[in-house]
């Protein structure tokens, strides 16, 4: 019958645990706080898979800290942003898509640049040159070398010069002020491959921007989709950029991106829908330009790219989408600034204003005399004039956008470079300076610091000129060789930008990397997966019944070991998926109910066969230390029905005056009061592995040494008995300042210690663990004696005796108490020894000698003794009543006969 019983549980626990583990971690996939735990081990499983492979083209052009220092405070005049354009033309980029919104009208600015370096180097050479033809025709006059009537024809052509240059300079004053925003869009017309942003709206932008709106759905649409199921959207608008950068870039591409509910972001939407049209992600839209703009085809969890044109082939691509249509990402491992290739926004600008700083280093070497002595203007206004063709030019390509004026511009400059190279190899930087040196040493001496100023001064703005080229050279190839053919997305990454996200790898990620990840997932085509629920669900029924089918019949040991193995074979297994196929299973549920599973059943066993030392446990935890407990658990047979003779020791408690108190107080404060109060003696008890019997109202009746024989069971009780006073201390401070007892609470204690009967007493049904005999009784007798000697915690000389040293206190009478014949010797413990101060000991020795003239009947003595005793320590009880007792025997003196024992006639 037994065994019918013992197999009926273990079928039961066969079909119910796994059933009811299996479905409830499959119902949990449906939960979206579920699905956060989910992602997080998601995280975990990306954290192992190999560093992503990053596409070489792509480059995070950074508005970086530098960028800031150098350029001046973010938002820049968006002039900068056209000029660093310009270059990115130069050098051949690829595509250049703005992480960047401008939305607003900017305000028109100062080039700066133009005014401190090209305007004002066009005024000096101007009025230089004009300056030294005035001292020119002065000094032909003075030295007679020209006729009056001459020098006036010479006045009129330097007038009519002068009108002319004027008119120049005015022209030129033009160019200072900066329509920010038309050179911008002008600049990205000029690129040709510039893709701007686009932000979806779930709610209403007015119709005060319909007119971009309509921009928007002429050029920014993608026409090129086939939707076999509609693209999820909860878009109903859009923010589109100012019409002079909507109408001269490329192409735009939304930015919006889908952060799951735990802040992380992990996927992205690439296509979204608004009126009937589709509309691209940033980092999408630029890719398919470059693919040869393919058909799309959207499907309920796959995007396919159909026959792009990628790397001299011809391929297709299909993403995969998740529930919600999102891509997942495939973040690199690193943090932003070492991931994918970056370069500083500022290497642009920098390149940029050194080609105007050349030219006004070409002005300045213009005015120099050293062109009159023979060699004559001709390769320097070459320079010249190269540079401003090639500048006219550029304003000419930036106004037009056609590829015509766009590649003449360029050629420009290549011919302004070869005109440049030319110059410097003539050797004029060493041909003019040896030439002055000859002449300064032919000529007057007097002459010789004009030669040496005119020498100084064009060495210095040559060799100006020549380190400008040597930079530009560089710096050139060094950002052809970046930059060529290259992917660029240009975002603010400096100090103080907010764009931060957070992506599963770190806390904090500059969400410009966001679109270089969507474009490196896609081109690599190393895409993540996400498994269908459906899957997660029913491996976690089928693990659950599988793994309680497997450890069945195994024992416990061996259960948990296999269950542990099971679930590190399900997390590894979904991992090795992960890792080889971008597959992630929702693996959670099928992890938490396989090894629940196992557990329950193994932990249903234990409990069943454990039963009754859980029964144990629960039994006398309420009195019983938690030491002792573990020895009872391990050998339940000590508690059997019935008891034994132990030597151990009893204790007894009692408050004084606590039925007084409880007239005073309300039942809810008398019980509140007692809790607080037992609660802690009982504690102190139990530290102390002493076992609590009972508890009668206030009192507790406790012993030391059973159930569990310990030799220290003396020392013990006495220790506890002075931590409950301290603790009482401590208690009373408490109940008088919060008002919870009208008077403290002073407990009696009673020690003895001795041969008592300890055990189980009662019946199968109902048992007390309990002691008994007359050594019990005693210990009750002490705790009541305690009144006739003023006293707290009354021994007998065995507990103090079988305590040890540790123990000190004093020595009181032999008494005879109600109900027990043979006399006692009486100790009061006081505390124990190491913690015993100087005062205390000097009471001591004092109360000894005091006691001494006592027993040796010398009342007046002692009487005397012991009222110094009670001036000095005037609260002390035992004192007094010896005092008292003195007095009486000094006017009743004992009877000769009588054998030094008193009989204490009140319990």
């Known amino acids: 019958m037994k065994k019918m019983r013992t197999l009926s549980r273990t079928s039961k626990r066969l079909l119910l645990i796994p059933a009811i583990t299996g479905l409830l971690f499959a119902a949990l996939n449906a939960f979206p706080g579920w699905r956060m735990l989910e992602n997080r081990l998601y995280d975990q499983f990306l954290k192992l898979k190999p560093e992503v492979v990053e596409h070489p083209s792509i480059v995070l052009l950074d508005i970086d800290e530098e960028s800031i220092v150098k350029g001046g405070n973010w938002p820049w005049p968006r002039g900068l942003v056209a000029r660093g354009m310009e270059v990115l033309a130069e050098i051949g980029a690829e595509y250049v898509v703005f992480d960047i919104e401008y939305l607003e009208q900017s305000p028109m600015s100062v080039d700066k640049s133009f005014l401190d370096n090209n305007l004002k180097n066009e005024f000096n050479t101007t009025f230089g040159g004009l300056g030294s033809d005035i001292n020119e025709l002065f000094r032909a006059l003075t030295g007679r070398q020209i006729s009056l009537d001459q020098s006036l024809l010479y006045a009129d052509d330097l007038v009519s010069d002068l009108n002319n240059k004027g008119q120049a300079l005015y022209g030129l004053t033009q160019r200072v002020a900066v329509e920010n925003d038309n050179y911008l869009g002008q600049a990205m017309r000029l690129f040709g491959k510039s893709f701007v942003t686009l932000n979806m709206n779930t709610g209403s932008t007015g119709s005060a921007l319909a007119d971009r709106k309509e921009i928007a759905r002429n050029r920014f649409a993608y026409p090129l989709i086939q939707d076999r199921v509609k693209a999820p959207s909860e878009s109903t608008d859009f923010l589109v950029p100012i019409p002079e950068v909507s109408l001269q870039a490329n192409n735009a591409g939304f930015t919006n991106v889908s952060i799951d509910a735990d802040g992380v972001r992990r996927r992205i939407r690439l296509v979204d829908w608004l009126d009937d049209k589709y509309y691209l992600q940033l980092g999408l839209a630029p890719l398919l330009h470059w693919m040869g703009r393919p058909e799309l085809i959207l499907d309920k969890y796959s995007l396919s790219i159909v026959d792009a044109q990628w790397e001299g082939q011809r391929l297709s691509i299909k993403i995969p989408l998740d529930r919600q249509g999102l891509m997942l ?7 932003y600034a070492d991931s994918f290739r970056h370069v500083s926004f500022y290497r642009l600008l920098e390149y940029r204003d050194m080609e105007d700083s050349l030219l006004a280093n070409l002005r300045n070497l213009r005015t120099s005399q050293v062109w009159l002595l023979g060699i004559g203007y001709r390769a320097i206004d070459d320079c010249i004039t190269a540079f401003t063709t090639m500048d006219a030019l550029r304003l000419q390509a930036l106004g037009s956008g056609s590829e015509a004026d766009r590649s003449a511009w360029l050629a420009a400059k290549e011919s302004f470079r070869q005109t440049m190279k030319t110059f410097l190899d003539i050797g004029y930087g060493e041909m003019i300076p040896a030439g002055l040196n000859a002449a300064r040493d032919a000529d007057d001496p007097a002459l010789a610091p004009r030669y040496d ?10 060799n100006g000129i020549k380190e400008s080229m040597d930079f530009l050279d560089t710096r050139r190839e060094l950002l052809r060789e970046q930059l060529a053919g290259s992917f660029n997305i240009i975002g603010w990454t400096g100090t103080a930008t907010t764009d931060i996200g957070v992506n599963p790898f770190f806390e904090e990620y500059i969400n410009v990397g966001t679109h270089a990840a969507v474009v490196n997932t896609i081109v690599q085509q190393d895409f993540l997966r996400e498994g269908p629920l459906w899957i997660s669900s029913l491996l976690s029924v089928l693990l659950a019944f599988g793994i309680v089918l497997l450890i069945n019949h195994l024992k416990t040991g061996q259960q948990i070991a296999v269950g542990l193995a099971a679930t590190a074979s399900v997390l590894v297994v979904a991992y090795l998926i992960f890792h080889f196929s971008g597959l992630y299973l929702a693996v959670l549920s099928p992890l938490l109910t396989t090894f629940i599973s196992f557990l329950g059943f193994t932990l249903i066993g234990f409990l069943i066969s454990e039963r009754e030392k859980s029964f144990l446990r629960k039994a006398f935890s309420t009195y019983l230390s938690g030491d002792i407990i573990n020895e009872l658990v391990a050998d339940p047979q000590m508690l059997k029905l019935g008891g034994q003779k132990k030597y151990i020791t009893a204790m007894f408690t009692d408050v004084r005056g606590f039925s007084t108190i409880s007239e005073a107080l309300d039942a809810e404060k008398l019980v509140a009061l007692l809790n607080i109060y037992l609660s802690g003696m009982s504690d102190t008890i139990l530290n102390l592995q002493g076992t609590i019997d009972k508890y009668e109202g206030d009192a507790i009746i406790a012993f030391f040494g059973a159930p569990l024989t310990d030799e220290q069971h003396a020392l013990k009780a006495c220790t506890a008995a002075i931590r409950m006073k301290q603790l009482e201390k401590t208690m009373n401070e408490q109940f008088i300042r919060d008002q919870q007892s009208p008077t403290p609470l002073l407990t009696r204690i009673g020690l003895n210690t001795g041969d008592m009967v300890v055990g189980n007493m009662g019946t199968e049904k109902k048992m007390n663990y309990t002691i008994m005999g007359n050594a019990v009784n005693l210990a009750a007798r002490l705790e009541g004696v305690n009144k006739q000697y003023g006293s707290w915690i009354l021994a007998t000389d065995e507990t103090i005796n079988t305590a040890g040293p540790s123990i000190i206190g004093r020595k009181f009478d032999r008494v005879r108490v109600v109900g027990i014949n043979t006399p006692v010797q009486l100790w009061e413990i006081i505390g124990l020894r190491e913690e015993a101060g100087t005062e205390t ?45 003195s007095q009486n025997f000094i006017q009743k003196a004992p009877s000769d006969t009588w054998d030094g024992v008193f009989n204490l006639t009140e319990k």
């Open 329 to 335: 990402i495939n973040w690199p491992k690193k943090n």
């Open 453 to 462: 100023e005119l020498r100084d001064q064009f060495s210095q703005l040559y």
């Open 841 to 885: 000991m000097a009471m001591l020795e004092a109360f000894s000698a005091a006691h001494e003239l006592f027993e040796a009947r010398d009342y007046a003595s002692a009487e005397k003794a012991f009222g110094e005793l009670t001036v000095r320590w005037p609260e002390d009880g035992p004192s007094a009543a010896y005092r008292k007792r």
